[in-house]
């Protein structure tokens, strides 16, 4: 009998655990904070409960005022705010290994340090772009392009510019991604089809010279404190010996001022570069959107290419990568071989941005330990799109973090997926706003998606919205563009919605999982190119069914499972509905694979059938989230911050914001949890977990009653309280900018385990 009882017993510790609620267990950091903090006052959280992230980088100006500006706005925008971590990068002439550079960033993690505010330091190679290329100049990055001409009197000519490109990574530097060097490499004479296009199976070889015209030229860098230095080069020239029925195609490459993504020295560098970041006495490094420079693939006919990366293709598929480029990008559309090559190309850009992001994890988790914060997302270009495959290959989910990460619009689907995946609480967004208000706003917005935001400086492409901040001297607009954040509205808010985490671990929860197939997507030889079924995802979405996005490369690494029961899930995420969108045969196989014959309770649909899917997530029980109609200009969608959002270990979070009120709206309503009713009344936020028919855990802005079985609690003056059962016992947060005021009497009663958590400062935004 007393084995009986003991089984039970360890079967609900163990589905507690698996829904996400808080344990008792002293390793868990949300535990650990409310143990090891009680009867202490608090100005800012562990990272390990919630990173609360700004983002700041050096600027060539920095260096030339001897720092004065940047040291005024980590005085003004740190010491008294919210935040618990900064990230910080160089968009400057000075490199990473450079003299001044290390200088400043030994002095800036001091200051840090002496703020309680942990300090992570970009470590991305192409900051140090000139070390690497001093050290092995032969490993440049290549760019291949494929040109064809038809003849005249048995001549062909052609001509193609490499252009150069710049992005975060050399804005305010002396150096863009410029061509170097160029050449003609191959050249084929291929018979034509009737229809005038190239007959790729009838080529031969044909030699090919080429005159190279290098263009330079500087512009002013982003920051105006000097000029950066820019270059095309034009590849040109005539063959001859091309037959009437003929035409010539020209493979035509150009070497980059950029390291070779193949190159063998550039992991070992990267380690190199995060070991010195250590020594500079940073807690941690970071890679700021790793991946190929920039390149927009106008034509789809421009490839990345470099000799390591033409072995590693060689070794992959057993085929010549300048043999195929032509095939690649005019071959005809739906050959079984344009295809396969392709699929090659693209894998290899995804297994190789992969191995680099892995190494870069492990590396920062083996320098500076196991509870480093690995900051930055793997996303470039925000959205699923060809910038994004060819940057890094759609490796998003495969980058590994210990948080969700995203930038900018990046869609939340994805970013639901990826909490999943890494088990991180919420998803971290960076975003950008013109003004204060427009951050508060922000704010609620990703807080209703289930996220939390990376602070940028205010900015927009909109330079009338900027105005203000552009007619300022560069040293007060420099300050004011991140400190303006700390304006009153916007500091409530951030403070308000980190409340739910003091007492939750869990991701939201989302009842269906859409699975894009991964080499469709990428193959512009086939119907499925640059489609990842972003239409009936926000179908889903708009009528409250929620979708975890993930590509159908995860079914091969382990990323699904089945539960006891049959249902397919990631992490502590189940999935009632799973929705199969364009899979190849080899990915089917591989969902196959993870069921392996056994009953699957998860039904199983394909991407047409949105309102049978819809029908069975209304009669399955499956949670429905706030419907999500609202559009940014880049498309994404979201919900509003008016509704209630429902996490995986069933807690209900409500959030009330409008433009109105920045601060949050007054909620005064019974909230569901578990199927008890607990009566609210609170303003902006307002959490509750109900576990064995009790009350376990709330978390409210401005709480100034709340009602359920048991707890009972009214105060005069509205807080902000978190309070959560930890082994039984209730433990508190109490919220508040007062140092020195005594813990009100009505929270005392409730329980003698509190932590003050002070607010920040609230600085008064520029007029």
Request: charged share 25%; hydrophobic share 40%; with cysteine.
């Amino acid at each position: 009998m007393k084995l009986s009882v003991f089984f039970v017993c360890c079967c609900a510790v163990l589905q507690q655990t698996a829904r996400g609620a808080v344990s008792s267990s002293a390793s868990d950091p949300l535990v650990r904070f409310h143990l090891e903090n009680e009867g202490r006052t608090v100005r800012r959280l562990p990272v390990g409960v919630l990173p609360e992230n700004v983002f700041w980088w050096f600027t060539t100006r920095d260096f030339s005022d001897g720092m004065k500006t940047f040291n005024r706005l980590v005085d003004e925008g740190l010491a008294g705010s919210t935040y618990n971590c900064v990230t910080l990068s160089l968009r400057c002439n000075p490199e990473f290994g450079d003299r001044e550079v290390r200088s400043a960033a030994r002095d800036f993690f001091g200051k840090t340090r002496a703020a309680g505010v942990k300090a992570y330091m970009d470590t991305d190679p192409r900051i140090a772009r000139r070390e690497f290329l001093s050290r092995w100049p032969k490993e440049m990055q290549g760019v291949a392009a494929v040109v064809m001409a038809t003849p005249t009197n048995g001549c062909a000519s052609f001509v193609h510019e490499f252009k150069d490109a710049e992005d975060h990574m050399t804005s305010g530097t002396a150096v863009s991604y410029r061509p170097l060097a160029a050449r003609a490499q191959v050249a084929f004479a291929v018979k034509r089809k009737p229809d005038g296009t190239p007959d790729l199976s009838r080529r031969r070889p044909i030699g090919v010279r080429a005159d190279v015209s290098m263009k330079k030229w500087h512009v002013p860098t982003e920051d105006g404190a000097g000029r950066m230095e820019r270059s095309s080069a034009t590849v040109s020239g005539t063959v001859s010996g091309i037959d009437c029925d003929e035409m010539l195609i020209a493979v035509l490459v150009a070497d980059y001022h950029c390291i070779d993504v193949f190159s063998p020295h550039l992991i070992p560098f990267a380690r190199e570069l995060m070991a010195r970041c250590k020594e500079l006495g940073a807690d941690g490094a970071m890679h700021d959107e790793w991946g190929f420079m920039p390149d927009y693939l106008p034509d789809l006919r421009t490839f990345w290419w470099s000799p390591n990366m033409a072995e590693a293709y060689r070794k992959a598929s057993g085929r010549n990568l300048m043999d195929d480029f032509p095939l690649m990008a005019l071959g005809a559309k739906g050959d079984s071989e344009r295809s396969a090559s392709i699929g090659a190309f693209m894998k290899l850009i995804l297994d190789r941005n992969v191995e680099i992001e892995r190494d870069f994890y492990d590396t920062d988790k083996r320098l500076f330990g196991k509870d480093v914060y690995v900051v930055k997302h793997p996303t470039w270009h925000c959205w699923i799109c060809p910038q994004e495959y060819f940057h890094n290959g759609l490796n998003w989910w495969q980058a590994k973090r210990d948080w969700a990460q995203g930038d900018e619009v990046t869609a939340f689907y994805v970013l639901t997926a990826l909490s999943k995946k890494w088990d991180s609480p919420v998803w971290l967004n960076e975003g950008y706003s013109a003004t204060p208000e427009r951050n508060t706003f922000r704010v609620w917005t990703y807080a209703m998606c289930g996220g939390r935001q990376v602070y940028h400086c205010l900015y927009s492409g909109d330079p009338k919205e900027m105005e203000k901040y552009v007619k300022m001297p560069w040293e007060e607009s420099r300050v004011r563009l991140s400190t303006d954040l700390l304006a009153p509205d916007c500091v409530t808010a951030q403070s308000r919605v980190r409340l739910p985490s003091l007492v939750s671990r869990a991701p939201v929860d989302s009842p269906i999982v859409f699975v894009f197939g991964h080499e469709k997507l990428v193959d512009w030889s086939g119907d499925g190119w640059n489609d990842h079924g972003k239409a009936q995802i926000c179908d889903l979405l708009a009528d409250g069914w929620w979708v975890d996005a993930y590509p159908a490369s995860e079914f091969r690494i382990g990323t699904f499972s089945l539960d006891g029961d049959g249902y397919l899930r990631v992490g502590r995420q189940r999935y009632h509905a799973v929705m199969l969108h364009q899979l190849s045969d080899g990915e089917r196989a591989a969902f196959d694979s993870v069921v392996k014959g056994r009953t699957l309770k998860t039904r199983v649909f394909g991407s047409d059938d949105i309102d049978a899917a819809k029908s069975h997530l209304a009669c399955s029980g499956a949670v429905r989230q706030p419907c999500a109609k609202g559009k940014t200009r880049a498309g994404a969608v979201y919900p509003e911050p008016d509704g209630t959002l429902r996490l995986i270990d069933g807690t209900a979070v409500r959030i009330r914001a409008s433009w109105e009120c920045p601060r949050g709206l007054p909620i005064a309503e019974q909230i569901v949890s578990g199927g008890v009713k607990v009566l609210v009344a609170a303003e902006g936020v307002a959490a509750v977990r109900c576990e064995n028919g009790e009350v376990a855990a709330l978390a409210c802005g401005a709480l100034s009653r709340i009602e359920g079985p048991g707890i009972s609690l009214s105060l005069e003056k509205p807080e902000d309280v978190a309070l959560v059962k930890i082994g039984g016992v209730w433990r508190g947060v109490w919220q508040t900018a007062d140092a020195a005021a005594p813990l009100p009497k009505p929270l005392e009663a409730v329980t003698p385990h509190w932590i003050r958590l002070l607010m920040p400062h609230q600085a008064s935004p520029s007029r």
